[in-house]
């Protein structure tokens, strides 16, 4: 994690989060991390794929809104192929 840090103040487009976690409160560091960053957007990622991470990536996009409003929250769609244009 501590090599994050150095991503702060460059440019970054796009993140991609692990959103799916049952760790408590897990979608709030990756908030923070969001704000801390500052990318245009943020991708909530790995959830729904397993049984133990059943996390809702809902509640990722809330903490974001909460924390880092300017980030765009952006879900994916299974299967269909995405272009970010910001």
């Given at each position: 994690?501590?090599?994050?840090?150095?991503?702060?103040?460059?440019?970054?487009?796009?993140?991609?989060?692990?959103?799916?976690?049952?760790?408590?409160?897990?979608?709030?560091?990756?908030?923070?991390?969001?704000?801390?960053?500052?990318?245009?957007?943020?991708?909530?990622?790995?959830?729904?794929?397993?049984?133990?991470?059943?996390?809702?990536?809902?509640?990722?996009?809330?903490?974001?809104?909460?924390?880092?409003?300017?980030?765009?929250?952006?879900?994916l769609?299974?299967?269909?192929?995405?272009?970010?244009?910001?």
């Amino acid at each position: 994690m501590d090599r994050l840090g150095d991503c702060v103040g460059q440019r970054v487009d796009v993140i991609g989060v692990d959103a799916g976690d049952d760790e408590d409160r897990h979608e709030i560091a990756v908030a923070q991390l969001a704000a801390q960053i500052q990318p245009k957007g943020a991708i909530p990622c790995h959830y729904d794929m397993f049984r133990d991470n059943s996390v809702d990536p809902g509640q990722f996009r809330a903490s974001l809104t909460l924390r880092a409003p300017e980030v765009r929250y952006v879900r994916l769609e299974h299967g269909k192929p995405f272009v970010f244009e910001g």
